[in-house]
């Protein structure tokens, strides 16, 4: 397993999984830095990857509403959200095809999806729904290829990001992931999915 981080001296829980396994490696990439995500494709080589899993993500700030929208950091939030996924998955394409089987998971969020309810969280939901795009669109341009193409809500998760009050575990939203990514058929690409494996309204 490759995990990949950007700052490698700021990830003292990663290192310490790592140390504990003889089979987790851990690789710099920021997905905000096209120059990072080649670097990192050229460390990483031409091994088979079966699983990639585009995950790192960014909220986009406090300012996003109507009247209090942060410019700069849409931008920001757009290379790391939306951009940032698409090159990643283009550096490993040839990857994930030489495992045969490869899948490729992109995180999005409830908040893509036209049936979100709330206004507001400009930049966060239009970054996320531009990713999800992004899933669907490679699931066609691969049809021919030997991957398949997920786009994923986790959940309202436990984590920074979801803060302690959020539905489920990041235990719960990791396992369920993993479980649907295990019965993902190549006839399921650009499907949305729930981390419980139900299907995601777009
Ligand atoms: N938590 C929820 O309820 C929820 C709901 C829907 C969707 N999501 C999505 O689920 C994914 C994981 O979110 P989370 O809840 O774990 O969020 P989080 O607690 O804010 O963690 C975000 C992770 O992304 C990494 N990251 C951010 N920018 C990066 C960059 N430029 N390059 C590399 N890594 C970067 C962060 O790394 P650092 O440790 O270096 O900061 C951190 O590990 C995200 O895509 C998020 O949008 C979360």
Redesign the pocket.
Known sequence: MIA????TG??ALLDEVASGADNITVQQ?????PASIEAAAAAIGDAPIDVLIN?????GGQHQSLDDVDIEEWHRTL???TI?PLLISRAFKSNLAASGDGKLMI?????AASTWPMGGMYI?STT?AGVSKVGQILALDWKEEPITVGLM??????????GPH?EIT?EESASGIRGVIAGMTKADSGSFYKWNGEIHPW
């Open positions: 990949c981080v950007r700052d700021n990830a990439m920021d997905a905000g830095d995950n790192a993500g960014a909220v290379d790391i959200n940032g995180v999005t969020s409830q908040l966060y996320k809500h986790p959940g309202w998760v436990q984590t920074d990001m979801g959020a990041a």
